[in-house]
């Protein structure tokens, strides 16, 4: 199971701010080290740093979009994916 610490960002927020903070789980609920992929449904406007999903470029448009996050463990044979949305509020 893949989760995100936040579903929101500013349209204000600067080139590489953190959106959110992504965590790869196993079955058992531990934590597992992991790198992290989006598909190309993220439209360039959203990409990964490490284990945070991060604004690409700054004046990200209001809206709703649709991230595809694709995890695999480092160490255990683990693959995982998650769909979130994330809302860019103008604020």
């Known amino acids: 199971m893949i989760i995100i ?6 349209s204000k927020a ?4 953190v959106v959110g903070a ?6 058992a609920g531990t ?3 992991a790198n992290f992929m989006l598909d190309t449904a993220a439209a360039g406007f959203f990409g ?3 284990n945070n999903l991060v604004a690409v470029r700054a004046s990200v448009p209001v ?3 649709g991230v595809h996050v694709c995890g695999n463990a480092e ?3 683990q693959t995982d994916e998650a769909d979130f949305i994330i809302t860019v509020t103008a604020t």
């Open 48 to 50: 990964i740093s490490g």
């Open 31 to 33: 934590v597992r080290a």
């Open 63 to 65: 809206g709703l979009y």
């Open 75 to 77: 160490n255990v044979a």
């Open 22 to 27: 992504l965590t790869l789980y196993d079955a």
């Open 5 to 10: 610490s936040n579903l929101t960002v500013s």
């Open 14 to 17: 600067a080139a590489n701010a």
